[in-house]
């Protein structure tokens, strides 16, 4: 299908930073063919006159666990490890197949309905979470979030290696790589080395990426201190779990030695600002981590510690926080966190989209410009990164098929999927309605 935006103005997400007034943009299939400021030649299955609205690459959430939408709201109010050992985990241990379809469901509404077109997520039950994703039309890298807490590891007795396995197998390049399995240790504490070696091995002999939490808290940092006498990122890296592409969520509490080793490696850092504000985390290194040469990306992380999936309000607190703590109002600037938030998120994913160029993935989002919010516009880019939220988005393309426009999914039955949420994940998972 061709499809062409006309009148738009277009934030292309290149190194020039360009904007295009009265843009043209075309898609043919998955891809897009040509960007200009004159009509391109040749007829369209559809032509979206854009005018008063903004096109921007669809964004990237490079860092969440998408069923959580679930706990939104529950068990707030305490720090990251009780809130996971007496709030989290007792209702993970419920989950069943249908309640992780209705709550990913209900969380790919809330991503797509604000901008995101490609997330990286990490949880369990990961083969429903691909199915959910491949039905929503969105682009996926999944993982299952590898843990291992016994003594004698083999591939054998350690669940996580044949969930892995299988999900590769079944899921990885489906629908022309839309959907792709990264390999996954969810973190260093709650994993061995066995499992650290196995892990390293399948994401190379599969061609797979690499997600990992990496010292989110102090406590979780400094006990691998003591445990190995080194932080997490050097300590996995011995074992070889890096050399693949790999995400390194939050990096909160990383050190110089660990930037220096993660810009050689080429480990992209995702940053969850909102995640780490809310469970008093801290706030990660960005511009050390940028000044460094790490690639950093942007995530809202679970929804149980965000409270949403608008990852343009991650985008705002991503953009003020590091100008606040360091007393700088140039720590970091509406394009630095605008490309958090897209082309490095893609490239932290291996994707070929974030920026609006001939040969990129056809992820493209359309905002209302002449709301109230983004009204008067004197800078684009000041505008989606100060002053847009998620409620801004009147058209999501994914891949070249538009699977949101106006308020209505074209994919996604919203009514439907409410229901399950609430007649059955929310008793199955909480007893009670
Ligand atoms: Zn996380």
Redesign the pocket.
């Known amino acids: 299908m061709a499809i062409l935006f006309k009148n738009v103005t277009a934030v292309l997400m290149d190194p020039a930073h360009t904007v295009l007034e009265g843009a043209y943009v075309a898609v043919e299939g998955r891809t897009i063919d040509s960007v200009g400021v004159t009509r391109p030649a040749g007829s369209f299955d559809r032509e979206i006159d854009g005018r008063g609205g903004i096109l921007m690459p669809g964004l990237v959430n490079a860092?969440t666990?998408v069923p959580m939408t679930a706990m939104r709201g529950y068990g707030d109010g305490h720090n990251l490890q009780d809130w996971l050992n007496d709030f989290i985990f007792p209702v993970e241990s419920r989950w069943d197949d249908r309640a992780v379809a209705a709550c990913t469901s209900l969380g790919l509404m809330e991503m797509i309905a604000s901008g995101t077109t490609c997330i990286a997520d990490?949880y369990m039950r990961t083969g429903v979470i691909a199915q959910a994703a491949a039905d929503a039309g969105i682009s996926a890298n999944l993982s299952c979030g590898g843990v291992f807490f016994g003594e004698d590891f083999s591939p054998a007795v350690c669940v996580d290696c044949a969930n892995e396995t299988e999900l590769a197998d079944r899921w990885h390049g489906h629908d022309h790589g839309r959907i792709q399995i990264d390999a996954s240790l969810h973190a260093e504490y709650t994993s061995k080395p066995g499992l650290w070696e196995w892990t390293a091995d399948f994401a190379k002999s599969r061609g797979l990426g690499m997600h990992v939490?990496i010292s989110e808290t102090k406590r979780e940092h400094e006990e691998c201190r003591a445990r190995w006498g080194n932080t997490p990122i050097q300590t996995l890296a011995k074992y070889g779990v890096f050399d693949v592409r790999a995400i390194a969520?939050?990096c909160v509490w990383t050190e110089p030695e660990d930037w220096a080793v993660m810009a050689e490696k080429g480990i992209s850092a995702v940053h969850?600002p909102v995640?780490n504000l809310k469970l008093g985390s801290g706030v990660a290194p960005i511009p050390d981590l940028r000044k460094a040469g790490v690639n950093v990306a942007l995530g809202t992380?679970?929804v149980s510690s965000n409270n949403a999936t608008d990852l343009f309000a991650d985008l705002k607190i991503a953009a003020i926080l590091q100008n606040g703590v360091r007393c700088d109002p140039l720590a970091l600037n509406a394009w630095d966190a605008l490309e958090m938030a897209t082309v490095n998120g893609a490239r932290a994913l291996g994707r070929n989209t974030g920026v609006i160029e001939a040969g990129r993935d056809a992820d493209l989002i359309l905002l209302d410009a002449e709301a109230p919010n983004l009204t008067p516009c004197h800078d684009a880019a000041n505008n989606l990164a100060y002053a847009a939220h998620g409620g801004n988005v009147i058209l999501n393309m994914c891949r070249g098929k538009v699977i949101y426009e106006n308020g209505e999914f074209r994919t996604i039955d919203a009514e439907k999927v409410r229901r399950e949420v609430l007649d059955y994940a929310v008793p199955v998972l909480f007893g009670r309605n």
């Open positions: 860092h666990h990490m939490h969520a939050h969850n995640s992380d679970g």
